[in-house]
């Protein structure tokens, strides 16, 4: 232990991240530019060469910062698990999707295993992949612990959820509470140590169980007030009341309330699937997470709301879904990212296809969406497109666009997050 913490302290520990996506790569270079050599371990060896040539996968990070990275010999892209028996912290960061409804364990189980097969005396082992409370100290574990070595004993073991938010410019890894929970206290405060040289403040909690359900506590705390969002807006539309008002003249208390907003569905890695995690933990234990099942139930409707929605849009302009042209702008499940996982945009296209309607969709970070007929491409955004479409639908409000522009060259807009506030033209909301 000690001479671990001596090396954190002095930046001389050699750091491991297994998973270079979203979470992993960000972690990788930021953990360099502090001064510790790291190498960056991926099964994708199409990732490892573009990342080798300075190419980022990622909006948020630069050519520049890759090739800085690389070139100063802090940061070394690799597919072969052999440099994990070299690293002083070795931390998973790998995918944790659900497979039929249920956490899909597979990512975590190959990293686990990539590493008991390298592990030795006097590692600190961190899982930093979203999960159920009780992974760390259960499935990882047993699965670390064949290779002979016993945790809390030989080699330390926590859990650290991420908090990254993509496309955020305010909020970055440097500047976000870090949470960490040990499998014992020596792992926890060596967990401390770690992340204090490169985060402004670590958060430490009793367990690596209460680190886990920290995590979806944050996550499922926006599902089920997204859920409410969703429902209002239909009930504001029934009533013949604009919900964008009443959302803003609500968030204008000083207290006890915050704003979410309505939207065409949930996306991304975290809200769709953190939540449905904690569901199948608890019925593992016989129980039933029965608010977070009612707002998962209402989240998945809207959809279908949208579309309910286009078609009385059409229909009041004596015009059917079934041959009508219809132009998607903005397939990303948030503004501003390239990240169409879990995106509502997918469910909403193949309902218009399904129905007649010819459907095309422009995205200037997503270049190709697969849907059940096949994959679609991005289209030219020009002012022919906009002519041609018989319904505008903004799903995503990328700041690239131009509301302006485009209302002036569409004949409908049906605009899914109020983007198009105060600019004149035939525009619906939700």
């Known amino acids: 232990m000690d001479q671990l913490k001596q090396a954190l302290r002095e ?3 050699t750091v491991s991240i297994v998973g270079l996506g979203y979470v992993g790569l960000p972690l990788a270079l930021r953990i360099a530019a502090c001064g510790f050599t790291v190498s960056g371990l ?24 890759i090739a800085g990275a690389v070139d100063s010999g802090r940061f070394t892209p690799t597919c072969d698990t052999a440099v994990l028996s070299k690293a002083d912290v070795v931390v998973i960061c790998v995918p944790t999707p659900l497979r039929d409804g249920s956490p899909d364990m597979r990512y975590i189980e190959g990293a686990a295993t990539a590493v008991s097969e390298n592990l030795r005396p006097g590692q600190l082992v961190i899982l930093e992949s979203t999960t159920y409370p009780g992974t760390t ?33 305010e909020f970055h890894l440097d500047n976000v509470p870090k949470i960490v929970g040990g499998f014992d206290p020596v792992s926890g405060e060596l967990m401390e140590d770690f992340y204090g040289t490169f985060v402004a403040k670590v958060v430490r909690v009793s367990s690596a169980r209460a680190a886990e359900m920290s995590k979806l506590l944050e996550n499922t705390y926006r599902h089920v007030n997204i859920a409410l969002a969703n429902e209002m807006a239909i009930l504001c539309n029934d009533l013949g009341i604009d919900v964008w008002e009443v959302i803003e003249a609500a968030a204008t208390k000083p207290f006890g309330f915050q704003a979410f907003y309505p939207g065409p569905g949930w996306g991304g890695h975290c809200i769709p699937v953190d ?20 707002a998962r139930d209402f989240n998945e409707t809207m959809p279908t709301y949208v579309f309910q929605r286009l078609s009385e849009a059409l229909n009041d302009r004596d015009k059917s879904i079934r041959g009508s042209s219809i132009l998607v702008l903005g397939v990303a ?3 501003d990212v390239n990240d169409a996982r879990e995106t509502p945009a ?12 010819n459907v095309r969709f422009h995205d200037p970070y997503v270049s190709s969406l697969y849907l059940k007929s096949g994959k679609m491409d991005s289209c030219e955004l020009t002012d022919a497109t906009l002519a041609a479409a018989d319904l505008v639908l903004f799903h995503t409000s990328h700041t690239v666009y131009d509301a302006g522009w485009i209302a002036e060259r569409s004949r409908l807009i049906f605009d ?14 939700l």
């Open 11 to 13: 930046r001389t520990a």
């Open 42 to 65: 991926d099964k994708d060896p199409g990732k490892i060469n573009e990342l080798r040539e300075a190419r980022s996968p990622l909006l948020e990070i630069s050519d520049q910062d």
């Open 137 to 169: 100290e259960d499935f990882l574990r047993d699965i670390l612990e064949t290779s002979g070595l016993k945790a809390g004993a030989d080699f330390y073991l926590g859990f650290s959820p991420e908090r990254i938010d993509p496309g955020n410019p």
């Open 275 to 294: 939540p449905a995690y904690l569901s199948w933990r608890v019925r593992q234990m016989g129980c039933t997470a029965k608010f977070v099942e009612l």
């Open 333 to 335: 499940y948030k503004p």
């Open 346 to 357: 997918v469910e909403i296209i193949q309902k218009l296809q399904k129905a007649g309607a």
């Open 416 to 429: 899914t997050r109020n983007y198009f506030k105060g600019v004149p033209g035939p525009i619906i909301t």
